[in-house]
Structures are given as structure tokens and as C-alpha cells.
């Protein structure tokens, strides 16, 4: 059975975590590829807000190249979103004692 005080500690990282992610959610994380020749913004909620590409660095007919900048810039985004959620989330968790719960 649970104690009071375990139950205020599960609340309070309840609303600690849902605090982080309303955070990170709201937040806007860049990645690129090839340099800078590709960069994109995304929310934390993983939405693709915007793909930059310097055209005068691109050849317009290696198509394959620049959708492979594309991939990679979107994956170096989704990545900083992976570990800031990882940051966040582990911070919040990290010293619970909760025998049984994790």
C-alpha cells in the first residue's frame, strides 16, 4: 500500500513530466547535413517546420545527393529532440525510490 508521501512524490513527477514534454513539445530543434547546405527546424513533437536548402551549393541534378541531405538533416533534428526528451526525462526520474514501480 502506499504512503502519502509516495504518493505525493508520484504526483509531483507526474506534473514534472508533463511540464517537460509540454516544454520540449513547444520548442524547435535544428538539424542539418553537408555542412549547412541542408537545415531543418522541428517541433518537439517531432512536426517539420521548415527545410532550408543553399541551392548554389547543390547540383540541381543529383537529385539522389540532395534527398540524401534532406534524410540526414531531418534525422540530426529528430536526434536532438530523442536526447533532450532522454535529458529531461531522466533528470525528473532519476534518484526515485519506488520499490516495485521501476
Known amino acids: 500500500m502506499f504512503n502519502p508521501q509516495m504518493l505525493k512524490q508520484i504526483k509531483k513527477m507526474q506534473d514534472d513530466l508533463k511540464k517537460a514534454q509540454d516544454e ?40 539522389e545527393m540532395l534527398q540524401d541531405l534532406i534524410v540526414a538533416a531531418m534525422n540530426d533534428a529528430f536526434a536532438k529532440v530523442d536526447k533532450e526528451l ?8 532519476q534518484g526515485m525510490n519506488m520499490p516495485g514501480l521501476f
Open 24 to 63: 520540449i513539445n513547444a520548442s524547435t530543434f535544428y538539424g542539418q547535413a553537408g555542412g549547412s547546405v541542408v537545415q531543418v527546424a522541428v517541433k518537439g513533437t517531432k512536426r517539420v517546420e521548415s527545410v532550408q536548402i543553399k541551392s548554389e551549393e547543390i547540383d540541381l541534378n543529383d537529385i
Open 86 to 93: 532522454e535529458e529531461n526525462i531522466g533528470s525528473i526520474t
